[in-house]
């Protein structure tokens, strides 16, 4: 297998940074409601991962950092951080990606949901958001860190259409009185569609040169996954890592949430999320 250093992975990525048309498009807020919270987007950052992305105007796009815990009960959820781009918008080549998060505590028992709606028109200001999905279940988890949603492993998904716009909600249910303090996070993704080349292409390739692949299409999602799955099987592999650094100081991960959390420092979770109980599906 070849190995891609860190320098490759990233000349890659601004070449691709090169050929893509990169628009910082009207900030979106959802149709359904959720709190506010200190997530500040800076905008006109440099990012080689902003998506030609123009949503209805309804404020921020997204959130990366939890929203509520200001009770005693959610506290410990304070640092619940999304691995997503800092314009919240992402792509994807597969129809039940994953999404990744940084749990700060070990959570068993406690419920998680997740609500995934779609854009039908993003090119008018009256678009709604319509719900195709919405769960909650529960992780295995015995140790803090960074675990994979795999929307596969949930039942009754049914999967990104290609050039959708998707918005995901993901909330802690660690306060059942006190919804409005639940932490919660949201992002977007879009689904691309690659020719009978590029799939073939992309079966015959593993470890880092599939990591390649997807920098150089810049899929965000996919490109995360390719990460954990080499980070969980390398971990004292130091080129890995130092491309895994640049990635998250790229975005401005590298120290994330409010307690500023070491995102290159925590491990994932091996497995597809750790997923020990699915609650309930719509």
Same mark, same amino acid.
């Given at each position: 297998?070849?190995?891609?250093?860190?320098?490759?992975?990233?000349?890659?990525?601004?070449?691709?940074?090169?050929?893509?048309?990169?628009?910082?498009?009207?900030?979106?807020?959802?149709?359904?409601?959720?709190?506010?919270?200190?997530?500040?987007?800076?905008?006109?950052?440099?990012?080689?991962? *902003?998506?030609?992305?123009? +949503?209805?105007?309804? =404020?921020?796009?997204?959130?990366?950092?939890? /929203?509520?815990?200001?009770? %005693? $009960?959610?506290?410990?959820?304070?640092?619940?951080?999304?691995?997503?781009?800092?314009?919240?918008?992402?792509?994807?080549?597969?129809?039940?990606?994953?999404?990744?998060?940084?749990?700060?505590?070990?959570?068993?028992?406690?419920?998680?949901?997740?609500?995934?709606t779609k854009l039908p028109d993003s090119e008018s200001p009256e678009t709604e958001e319509i719900v195709i999905y919405r769960t909650?279940?529960? *992780?295995?988890?015995?140790? +803090?860190?960074?675990? =994979?949603?795999?929307?596969?492993?949930?039942? /009754?998904?049914?999967?990104? %259409? $290609?050039?959708?716009?998707y918005h995901w909600y993901l909330t802690i249910l660690c306060d059942p009185v006190n919804q409005s303090v639940n932490p919660i996070?949201?992002?977007?993704?879009?689904?691309?569609?690659?020719?009978?080349?590029?799939?073939?292409?992309?079966?015959?390739?593993?470890?880092?040169?599939?990591?390649?692949?997807?920098?150089?299409?810049?899929?965000?999602?996919?490109?995360?996954?390719?990460?954990?799955?080499?980070?969980?099987?390398?971990?004292?592999?130091?080129?890995?890592?130092?491309?895994?650094?640049?990635?998250?100081?790229s975005e401005n991960l590298e120290q994330a949430g409010r307690n500023q959390v070491r995102l290159y420092e925590q491990p994932f979770?091996?497995?597809?999320?750790?997923?020990?109980?699915?609650?309930?599906?719509?």
């Amino acid at each position: 297998m070849v190995k891609t250093t860190p320098t490759i992975l990233w000349t890659t990525l601004l070449g691709a940074l090169c050929t893509q048309t990169i628009v910082w498009g009207s900030l979106v807020r959802p149709a359904i409601a959720y709190p506010s919270n200190g997530d500040v987007i800076i905008q006109n950052q440099p990012s080689p991962w *902003l998506i030609a992305f123009d +949503p209805p105007q309804r =404020g921020v796009p997204g959130r990366r950092y939890g /929203g509520g815990t200001r009770g %005693e $009960v959610c506290a410990d959820y304070a640092s619940l951080i999304s691995l997503i781009p800092v314009s919240t918008m992402g792509l994807t080549a597969h129809e039940k990606p994953q999404l990744f998060f940084y749990l700060p505590v070990a959570s068993r028992d406690t419920p998680i949901k997740l609500l995934v709606t779609k854009l039908p028109d993003s090119e008018s200001p009256e678009t709604e958001e319509i719900v195709i999905y919405r769960t909650e279940f529960q *992780l295995d988890m015995e140790n +803090p860190g960074i675990v =994979g949603i795999d929307l596969a492993d949930l039942d /009754g998904f049914p999967g990104l %259409e $290609v050039n959708q716009y998707y918005h995901w909600y993901l909330t802690i249910l660690c306060d059942p009185v006190n919804q409005s303090v639940n932490p919660i996070v949201d992002g977007w993704i879009k689904r691309i569609d690659l020719d009978s080349d590029q799939i073939q292409t992309l079966e015959g390739l593993n470890g880092s040169d599939r990591l390649k692949f997807y920098t150089e299409k810049t899929l965000w999602y996919d490109m995360v996954a390719a990460f954990s799955e080499l980070l969980s099987d390398n971990r004292r592999d130091t080129e890995v890592q130092q491309a895994w650094l640049e990635l998250l100081r790229s975005e401005n991960l590298e120290q994330a949430g409010r307690n500023q959390v070491r995102l290159y420092e925590q491990p994932f979770i091996p497995g597809s999320g750790g997923l020990r109980n699915q609650l309930r599906s719509d």
